[in-house]
């Protein structure tokens, strides 16, 4: 299946003074189910950093805001790989909210550097193959 | 039972270029439990802001730090009432490793406050029996 | 002078264990700006929570990364006004390091919306004036 | 003199929807008066990721909160060493409203600690000899 779906549930720290979520936490949000994503799929951030191998740094995010969301508040989150390219690969999200109104969605581009040179590298295979597994339609 | 328990998986935005646990950010893993309490035991968060009768505001708080965190890392979090007063009350907090090893400690002093007024109050009654089913020996 | 600039100093706690900025907070470091921007021009944030009369949510964000920024580093932020409609408002920001090397973008759109309704208003005129003051050609 | 004073203006992402100063912010507050100290003094955080000889991870922190802190609101924050020891430090931070009155106050234990072998080691001399300069009566 193309979608990996979770849930998370908004925390007061994610809001600010105005009520409801503040527009950068919910990158911190669908970080979080990418982060979840890779490890349950065997690529482990901290992986990354201990064998110091490649890094996989984000080169470009968008996202849209189109429901306010307030402290409490469970939502579902669709991940789902939209493109992948010779050295980057791009993640789309979707949020919901528990009625499945669309409540937020998120973009974010990756690209995998070699740690010691910092250029762009190829997409170790292992992990374009995990990648391809997601591939929207 | 007196102790509520809970997992919590450190996030790559918890750490810092250190490689581990931001000491801040230890603060709102334990916050987010209090916060689902809270909602686990219907006094959710957003209802005091809606309904605007009271506030508990964090007045003091502390936090031991006894091993380093890494990213992907998943914990144990134990929470119980440590002492319930005529308008405050205490929260402690204890972080365990998979192994069982304690990785932190934390406590939390809050005070219940008239929203209008800024004065403290009593604590409301049901929420102070709440409290009591929780508290420690 | 269509175009503010400020300085902004990376934080450890900007940072994560990739030793670098963490991608959702260059949006916290722009939106520093904004809200320093809006206080210098008279709109600071507070006033809409305490007047109560609209509030100004965001509703669109991108941002582009271009080179790694580490805790320590200080980068120049430009901002500018790049478009003004009839409820809603663009601003774009450019990142700069110390020589003059363009580390990273971002763009946030923003709208007015009265705080009872929820509904979109027109940009509120005196906002309106002061935004126009700062357009970018 | 044993005291640093600086002044930092709260923003909007470190209140939630209480409306006020969320208090792990606070930490973040006072622990970026703690890096511009160790950048002026001649110790940048950077230089201990890049140089790998030592960590100053935190063991212990503690906070008082004596009034709400709303966005925008600028406050006085006072540093000063409270205690030097063989492997570790305290500092101790004071925040002061524009009146002057003490609205908030923090505590943090340091210790230094070998990267590779991660046990505790004596400061190292010159750090010492710096913190010695801003020990407080």
Redo the contacts between chains.
Sequence with gaps: MPVVKDYY?V???D??????L????Q??MV??MY??FM?QNGF???E??TKGDY?I??????????A?L????TVEIELAVERIGETSFTLRYVIYDLDGHVVGKAK?VHVTMDLKT?TKISLPLPFRQMLEGYKGE
């Design positions: 549930t925390k007061l720290h809001t600010d003074a105005a009520g409801i503040f527009f950068a936490n990158f911190r970080h979080d982060e979840k490890i482990p951030f901290q990354r950093f890094l740094p984000i080169v470009h995010a968008e996202s849209d805001y189109l306010p307030v402290t409490g508040e974010t910092r």
